[in-house]
């Protein structure tokens, strides 16, 4: 069975049936298990496990001492370009956009890699918009190969790929992947990916499995919270993770939590996802999936992301910039979105101290 098919076993779900079944008992008696299974899983995520979050944070706690210490893994993004040919209507790359679009050439992408080394950091992303024109695999590629001398871990967050090009950028250097399905409710995926190759639920769905197949060190996944209603979201996130560790059980898993920010571009629906519903979705995650990480980005306020720190977070990302070039370049293009936390590395890293953990730079070095 694939990711695709099983996700595809709960499509016919009646998840407010479900949900309206959910009795505190039942909650109670998947908060004992020391593992649990899919159906308890969706239990945590029931609106009933609302009045149970602090004994799901004290259990996510335990788990989360047990599996990662009292570490946080600190790193920035590097935007390489911004060019896509997709129509996602929720942000502000839609090839409609008329943004301002820029493409670091070699030079620059050495200026900018080298700016954000010298804020400390040895793990980065790479993101480019999605378009094998403007940005094709071998420009990625000379990318990774030119500034991997800088960095211990360089993921990339690119437009999916085939399984023999994700060999080659991690033969150049990338041992980290991410990519959010964004959207895993299928009609809702349609709507939200109008044109363009990113409309291809299913390849992107199991991109993740390719780079795994290609030998990747690490995966991180997760939905665009907000674009559906945020307990199916999740429920479908821990399945596709599910997956991935049953299937790749030397592969690193991570979970990210994303919420909709305001950016260019056309109007979506968004559902809310309030800050408890997030922290809900979390602790959900770490107590069926304990060897996965939690990332929570700049998306969320400096005072939230603190607050979840002993809750299970493993990365964070810190002294972002959304523009191609943010970190050097004074010719820069438009953001993808606004961030909520501005803080500078040093006060993150102050931060995390004062919560009682050890902020790091490194946890990883390739072979």
Known sequence: MSAYEKIATYETLDFAAFFASVTEDRIRYALIKPSINEEDFLCLLSPQAENYLEEMAQKAHKIALNQFGRTVVLYTPMYLANYCVNACTYCGYNSSNEIKRKKLS?????????AIRNQGFRHIILLTGESRTHTPVSYIKDCISLIKKYFSSISIEIYPLEQQEYRQ???AGADGL???????????YKTVHPKGPKSNYQYRLEAAERAAKSGIHSVSIGALLGLSPWRQEAFFTGLHGQYLQDNYPALELTLSTPRIRPHKGTETKIYEVTEKNLVQAMLAYKIFLPRAGINITTRESAEFRDNLIPLG????????STQVGGHSIEDKSTSQFDIADGR???EIRCAIREKGYNPIFKDWEPF
């Open 344 to 346: 500078t590395v040093e």
């Open 178 to 188: 991410t990519i959010y399905q964004e959207v895993y409710n299928k009609d809702t």
């Open 169 to 171: 950028l991690i033969e």
């Open 106 to 114: 070699l030079e620059d992408a050495e200026k900018e890699a080298l």
């Open 313 to 320: 977070v493993t990365k964070m990302s810190a002294a972002v």
